[in-house]
Antibody, heavy 123, light 107 residues
């Protein structure tokens, strides 16, 4: 059974940093691309960042580029999101997601989601 | 960047109703369109991928259609557990984008 468990969220002051983690199990982790998607309170879904299975290619939303860094440790089956220079508008539940497949319409399609971890940026 | 526009933003319906939600892309995304259902306080769930492929375990009352820029999610006979918010998402290219959501509530 696939499981994605996020951790690392919390309350942080503007300008601060947090490292989010997503522990994955139940599938061949290194085979699949992964993404972080966030949802501000009462708002819709916003893609944040993606990484290929090997970790060799990454992508970021303009809203976080230069401040957030996605990475993965395939030996530990864990996905990370380092968040720096946090702003109030980064307040959201951050979800870790697994791609459905490795090609065509299954690629960048989010088959499994974690339960989310809440990041609150406030003084 | 590709913009995704969903309509309506909300609708009221009754159990047994046929419900249709539309999603329009700002440029052609071929069939790289997915639909998700989200209930309050829960993570989204994948319903439809590739515009019309039903995800494993999803009831057949859900269906998707469309290509290029115009897409539709249809619930053939609304059930009580279907009252949720629905999102479309394009997986054609980065940056990935979602529609604004459609909240389906009880009439």
């Amino acid at each position: 059974e696939v499981e994605l468990v996020e951790s690392g969220g919390g309350l942080v002051q503007p300008g601060g940093s947090l490292r989010l983690s997503c522990a994955a199990s139940g599938f061949s982790f290194s085979k699949y691309g992964m993404s972080w998607v966030r949802q501000a309170p009462g708002k819709g879904l916003e893609w944040v960042s993606s990484i290929t299975g090997s970790g060799g290619s990454v992508a970021y939303a303009d809203s976080v580029k230069g401040r957030f860094t996605i990475s993965r440790d395939n030996s530990k089956n864990t996905l990370y999101l380092q968040t720096n220079s946090l702003r109030a508008e980064d307040t959201a539940v951050y979800y870790c997601t697994k791609y459905l497949g490795t090609s065509d319409t299954s690629y960048r399609t989010y088959e499994f989601w974690g339960q989310g971890t809440l990041v609150t940026v406030s003084s | 960047d590709i913009q995704m526009t969903q309509s309506p933003s909300s609708l009221s319906a009754s159990v047994g109703d046929r419900v249709t939600i539309t999603c329009r892309a700002s440029q052609s995304i071929r069939n790289y369109l997915n639909w998700y259902q989200q209930k309050p306080g829960k993570a989204p769930k994948l319903l439809i991928y590739g515009a019309s492929s039903l995800q494993s375990g999803i009831p057949s009352r859900f269906s998707g259609s469309g290509s290029e820029t115009d897409f539709t999610l249809t619930i053939s006979s609304l059930q009580s557990e279907d009252f949720s918010t629905y999102y479309c998402q394009q997986s054609y290219s980065n940056p990935i984008s979602f529609g604004g959501g459609t909240k389906v509530d009880i009439k």
